[in-house]
């Protein structure tokens, strides 16, 4: 089955680490996105990557960290510089006709 | 620049009842128009899409949706929503060029009781 996946489901994170997130999809898409959503809210964008060795800042870039160095896998970092890391985030990428296809997510908690 | 409006926050309705949630949207260029479901701690699945022709839209789950280009609308519309329908549902627009920006709304709560 094509699709993308998310790991982990859950993670938490102490005050003062780095986490990652991984992001790995099999649909052969150029396109990747990270998104964070909070509670009762819409999405906001985190970075995009348009293409291998490429990526761009989105809306809410700052404390957060990507790289793309392989087509399928699209790695978010967050780092001790994002003051409000609890959120829900979401992976995803692009097809054909410009729709994104999502992963589950993975729910983030400062302890 | 485009830019997505869904009226309502949330949207109450009995078991079995109709339902239409609003989605307005602007655009200086052609677009492309998606509706997505959000059930609670999962990803967004896509329900429909509108990309041209037929401006009716059929989807997934018994849903349609139909695109007004006078009114730039796409209302998504259930003539008879279960239980298991209650989740959040976004709109989402964008350029009909390749790799043209995907917008968001900011979602719809659609909560069904008996």
């Known amino acids: 089955d094509g699709g993308i996946t998310q790991s982990p489901k859950y993670l938490f994170r102490k005050e003062g680490q780095n986490v990652t997130l991984s992001c790995e999809q099999n649909?052969?898409?150029?396109?990747m996105y990270w998104y964070r959503q909070d509670p009762g809210q819409g999405l906001r964008l985190i970075y995009y990557?348009?293409?291998?060795?490429?990526?761009q800042k989105g809306d809410i870039a700052e404390g957060y960290s990507v790289s793309r160095e392989k087509k399928e896998s699209f790695p978010l970092t967050v780092t001790s510089a994002q003051k409000n890391p609890t959120a829900f985030y979401l992976c995803?990428?692009?097809?054909?006709?410009?729709?994104?296809?999502f992963g589950p997510g993975t729910r983030l908690t400062v302890l | 620049a485009q830019s997505v409006t869904q009226l309502d926050s949330q949207v109450p309705v009995f078991e079995e009842a109709p339902v239409e949630l609003r989605c307005n949207y602007s655009?200086?260029?052609?677009?492309?128009l998606f509706w997505y479901v959000q059930y609670p701690n999962q990803g967004l699945q896509l329900l429909l899409k509108?990309?041209?022709?037929?401006?009716l839209v059929k989807g997934i789950n018994g849903f349609e949706a139909e695109f007004n280009k006078s009114q730039t609308s796409f209302h998504l519309r259930k003539p008879s929503v279960h239980i298991s329908d209650t989740a959040e549902y976004f709109c989402?627009?964008?350029?009909?060029?390749?790799?043209?920006?995907?917008?968001f709304g900011t979602g719809t709560r659609l909560q069904v009781t008996l």
């Open positions: 995803a990428s692009r097809g054909t006709y410009n729709e994104q296809f």
């Open positions: 649909l052969n898409h150029d396109a």
């Open positions: 990557s348009q293409i291998v060795n490429d990526f």
């Open positions: 655009s200086s260029v052609s677009v492309y």
């Open positions: 509108y990309l041209s022709g037929s401006t």
């Open positions: 989402a627009v964008s350029g009909d060029g390749t790799a043209s920006k995907l917008t």
